[in-house]
């Protein structure tokens, strides 16, 4: 079972609109931590936000911000006014200390497929 | 300050020859892992270092692959026998601990011919 689905493969945008990419997760775990990453064209993923599963608290970054739902088992990002240099595969990502046993495998990422994001001036 | 790096950045070999892929993580970051990213495949899980032990080598894909750290900093993944499928970007990532976000170096685009 994917433990992580980005059901948006591509998304296409003007830019200056609004964008939101969606993360769905299973797990059994009570306590887990939840990412998001952006791989631009460089290729480096760089990070963007942890979330800890149990600070449901919306967090906002600029024009940047994600919604994280236990109900629906959901960690959306979303970017506001999107710009060219937004273009990039983002990826949301899953990490479950208890799943193997917190000495061994908590650490691991489990990442969703990514969603490709193009902005068009 | 410094971000993960890796070595060589591109490496090309014939099919059954061994290579070796170097990772310097973050200092004072105590945790170090592997991954790959192939087109088929997506981001995969390879090995997980806390300081030179590994305590989750369970993603490791054959035998063929090993891993070791030592002075609980730099890392080497090492392939033996390549085969075409062991073709894709490996990518290593550092954290100050387990649990905290992962920074990611540049990757090493392994190309088996």
């Known amino acids: 079972a994917q433990k992580v689905t980005q059901a948006q493969t591509e998304i296409s945008v003007v830019e200056k609109e609004d964008v939101t990419l969606d993360c769905v997760y299973e797990?059994?775990?009570?306590?887990?931590?939840l990412f998001w990453y952006k791989q631009p064209p460089s290729g480096e993923l760089v990070f963007l936000i942890r979330r800890n599963s149990f600070d449901e608290q919306n967090e906002i970054s600029g024009r940047y911000s994600w919604n994280f739902q236990k109900s629906t088992s959901s960690f959306n990002f979303t970017i506001t006014a999107s710009q060219v240099v937004d273009s990039a595969v983002y990826f949301c990502?899953?990490?479950?200390?208890?799943?193997?046993?917190?000495?061994?495998?908590?650490?691991?990422?489990?990442f969703g497929e990514g969603t490709q994001l193009t902005v068009n001036p | 300050g410094a971000g993960v790096s890796q070595s060589p950045s591109n490496k090309v070999t014939e099919k059954g020859k061994d290579v070796e892929l170097r990772c310097d993580p973050i200092s004072g970051h105590t945790a170090l892992y592997w991954y790959r990213q192939s087109l088929g495949q997506g981001l995969e899980f390879l090995i997980y270092f806390q300081g030179n032990s590994a305590p989750d080598k369970s993603g490791l894909p054959s035998d063929r692959f090993s891993a070791e750290r030592t002075g609980g900093s730099v890392s080497t993944l090492t392939i033996q026998r390549t085969q075409q499928e062991d073709s894709a970007v490996y990518l290593c990532?550092?954290?100050?601990?387990?649990?905290?976000?992962?920074?990611f170096g540049p990757g090493t685009r392994l190309t088996v011919t």
């Open positions: 797990t059994r775990d009570t306590t887990y931590y």
């Open positions: 990532a550092s954290s100050i601990t387990p649990y905290y976000e992962q920074y």
């Open positions: 990502a899953l990490s479950e200390p208890e799943a193997l046993g917190k000495e061994t495998s908590g650490s691991r990422l489990t």
